[in-house]
């Protein structure tokens, strides 16, 4: 897709006027305006309420909506009416209009049709100022093109999505964009003592990675290391999952698929803040050299971990990833992302991600980037009177407490032990927003959740 900046419209093409209930058209009875009404004026305007003053984020959801429901039969030549909006409007417009091109047939053999405007048509902005509505545009094609790789990525099923080929993806994705990737490979990992990953992976036949991205722009202030849980298929291990609705931990990768997005999307819009981006990914699988409950493991950091729960293996494999990141890399922020723990989609429900850190102004930044991206966060506390949760007998932790309170916190508490008392980290389940209902969809299907959080959230870092 094209995007061109106009200042006169052109009536020979489809013009989408958007109205609020407190501004829309005089005398029109028939259209009053609210959230995601359309009402065809004529066979070249098309108009798309609003609804009354809507918040930025809202204005992404409405378009998409809108766009993905008739993805099939739009002109190749579009025009958006923006003429009194804002640079951030019109990104916001922008960005879902082009998600709402996004194709989840991505296996079929006879695929429906869409239309060829989402690949190669024209996207006109009728709009009031320039440059920065233009640059606006831009970014949020970028985004959003990464956003639907992403999601590319989170539907992709287990047989066609290995450790290995969200190693291949980071490298070609560096070499494409100009940022560092190295993958440590199996017997690396062994090496270095990767052991809690390691144990993970010791029932599944795929060998695991660690993937280590690094976008060094030529001028910056700020190190911030993003840590993704790349688990490719969650059987549970041993701690078996029910066989209803297995098939959806193909997701189990959101956390890396945020990292992966994150960091190609700063190296696209160079942005000035050094980003580390580590994923340790692997299956966990089930044989007969499957890590077993009541095991005892190592880790990177040198501590020993009692497994109470196969199951919750993420926070095994981010042990070793925020360690690394820490020990290698020394940055000034640390945020890992991660679908954790069924606890978190009972607590916040599909709404907004789990937020924890003991740190306010981070807490309070990465709020003001969820706000402005529509991508909620809540947070919750990480009290050391949690400490005791993730205490061991027979280790220096364990990784579950059995308990049918406080999981995602209890969680939280275990992935502090390793970050080395990091005065700036923050951890982040984003179980129930990384995989939830969509229009793309008749069941569950990716979101790329974060990108656009952890994007706003760097923007502002930079400075």
Excluded: C
Aim: glycine fraction near 10%.
């Amino acid at each position: 897709m094209q995007i061109a900046i106009i200042h006169e419209p052109d009536e020979d093409i489809l013009i989408i006027r958007p109205f609020g209930q407190d501004a829309g058209p005089a005398n029109q009875e028939m259209f009053k305006g609210e959230k995601g009404e359309l009402w065809w004026y004529s066979s070249k305007e098309l108009w798309v309420g609003l609804g009354k003053t809507p918040k930025l984020p809202a204005i992404t959801k409405i378009f998409r909506s809108v766009f993905f429901k008739r993805k099939d039969r739009w002109p190749s030549h579009i025009t958006l009416d923006a003429r009194g909006r804002d640079a951030a409007w019109v990104g916001n417009a922008v960005n879902g209009i082009v998600l709402g091109g996004y194709d989840l047939q991505l296996y079929k053999t006879e695929p429906k049709a869409v239309s060829e405007f989402f690949k190669s048509g024209i996207l006109s902005i009728l709009a009031d100022e320039g440059s920065e509505v233009k640059l606006s545009a831009e970014n949020a094609l970028k985004t959003a093109l990464v956003q639907m790789r992403m999601m590319d990525l989170m539907n992709a099923p287990s047989n066609y999505k290995k450790p290995a080929t969200l190693a291949e993806w980071a490298r070609k994705s560096g070499a494409e964009n100009g940022y560092s990737v190295e993958i440590l490979e199996k017997s690396q990992l062994e090496e270095q003592g990767m052991h809690a990953l390691l144990a993970v992976n010791k029932g599944s036949d795929e060998p695991p990675v660690m993937i280590v991205s690094e976008y060094k722009p030529q001028h910056y202030t700020q190190t911030v290391a993003l840590v993704g849980k790349g688990v490719t298929f969650d059987t549970g291990g041993i701690s078996i999952k029910p066989s209803a609705n297995m098939h959806l931990m193909k997701s189990d990768m959101g956390g890396a698929a945020a990292v992966l997005g994150t960091v190609e999307l700063a190296a696209q819009l160079k942005l000035p803040v050094r980003i580390i981006g580590v994923i340790p990914s692997t299956e966990n699988s089930v044989d007969g050299s499957a890590m077993k409950p009541g095991d005892v493991i190592g880790s990177y950091a040198g501590k020993t971990i009692e497994v109470i729960d196969t199951d919750a293996e993420g926070r095994l494999i981010l042990a070793d990833g925020l360690n690394y990141a820490v020990k290698q890399y020394q940055p000034d922020v640390l945020i890992d992302l991660a679908t954790l723990t069924g606890s978190i989609i009972q607590t916040l429900g599909y709404e907004a991600a789990g937020l924890f850190t003991p740190n306010d102004n981070l807490a309070a930044a990465l709020t003001e980037a969820a706000d402005e991206t529509g991508e909620r966060l809540w947070r919750l506390p990480v009290w050391d009177e949690y400490k005791e949760e993730v205490s061991s007998d027979i280790a220096d932790v364990k990784n579950y407490h059995g308990k049918p309170l406080a999981g995602a916190i209890v969680a939280a508490k275990f992935l502090e032990v390793f970050t080395d008392g990091h005065q700036a980290w923050a951890h982040l389940d984003i179980a129930g927003t990384a995989f939830g209902d969509t229009e793309f969809a008749p069941g569950r299907a990716g979101t790329a959740y974060g990108v656009r959080l952890l994007i706003a959230y760097l923007t502002k870092l930079g400075g």
